[in-house]
């Protein structure tokens, strides 16, 4: 019989697996879709779970430890309700929120991820280790600082514009571009026609690409961005959680130098004490290392 350790990093939209030995030896890395996830209730959620590692463990094989981060654990009980389903299931298991795993994937035992991708939010602990977050509301009302947030922010402040008889500084124009429509009006339409983050997120390129070529309006929308996303750090701080390395992850924050100079000297400039990092690494890795100290590898 082979011992296996299983991670995950279950998303809104896709779920990552991977199973080692207990030497380190990848087994598997799959990722499979998720829309279908939910973490509540959670006796199928547990479910939905262990019959997604039992798929894939190989004949022979048994999972000694699970470590999950998921979309959706926003509270400490629904982690904790998760881990006792699963351990009913016969799998000794630890249960996170999905942003969460982005601090452990960087070698660190406590500070605050901020995800600022498709959506935005930071996750924290305080030092009893109790759970926290700030932010993830969705794109509609909140997620500022995301690639939909900065597209619907960015096409108010050009619209805005525009209704004010300003000329394009090139963010409308950018705006127009990327959506593919003809005019300001049709712009309008088409964002409110559609008003999913399938439609929105893809668009936040042009946004960059026009502070690049000179935009004040995009340079002001971005510089807004990394604000919001440094006052989610704010929000955490100011109820106990514990750490000085903030660890940022995303496609958004990540790819674009922009948002994340924002970000970091708003953090920095109000609490010198902290240290931003970038993660490298997929976020999944932290779900390996919380398995692996579960069996002390």
Do not use: C
């Not at 209730?41 to 999950?68: K, N, Q, Y």
């Not at 009980?77 to 351990?87: F, I, V």
């Not at 922010?153 to 990327?178: F, M, Q, S, V, Y």
């Not at 510089?223 to 704010?234: M, Q």
């Amino acid at each position: 019989m082979t011992d296996l350790i299983a991670a995950l990093d279950i998303g809104g939209t896709k779920t990552q697996l991977i199973l080692e030995d207990l030497a380190g030896n990848r087994v598997l890395d799959v990722t499979e879709p998720s829309l279908e996830w939910d973490a509540e209730p959670e006796p199928e959620a547990a479910r939905w779970i262990a019959e997604r590692v039992a798929r894939h463990t190989p004949d022979g094989a048994s999972i000694v430890a699970l470590a999950f981060g998921a979309q959706g654990i926003n509270r400490t009980e629904t982690g904790k309700a998760l881990e006792r389903e699963l351990e009913a299931l016969g799998y000794r298991t630890t249960a996170v929120n999905d942003a969460s795993l982005i601090v452990v994937a960087a070698g660190f035992t406590t500070g605050i991820g901020v995800i600022a991708g498709t959506g935005a939010i930071a996750v924290g602990a305080d030092a009893a280790g109790r759970f926290m977050a700030s932010g993830g509301w969705g794109w509609i009302i909140g997620d500022e600082g995301s690639a939909a947030g900065l597209v619907r922010e960015a096409t108010r402040t050009a619209l805005r514009a525009n209704d004010e008889g300003k000329p394009d500084d090139g963010l409308l124009g950018h705006l127009i571009a990327a959506f593919g429509v003809a005019d300001a009006e049709r712009l309008t339409r088409r964002v409110n026609d559609d008003p999913t983050v399938d439609n929105w997120a893809p668009h936040a390129p042009a946004i960059f690409a026009a502070a690049d070529a000179g935009s004040a309006l995009a340079s002001t929308v971005i510089n807004e961005g990394g604000e919001a996303l440094a006052a989610l750090v704010d929000q955490l701080l100011s109820r106990g959680a514990a750490g000085t390395d903030v660890v940022v992850a995303g496609s958004v924050i990540v790819n674009q130098p922009r948002l994340r100079e924002a970000f970091a000297a708003a953090v920095t400039s109000r609490h010198p004490e902290l240290k931003v990092h970038v993660l490298r690494d997929a976020p999944v890795e932290g779900a390996v290392q919380l398995a692996r100290r579960a069996v002390g590898s």
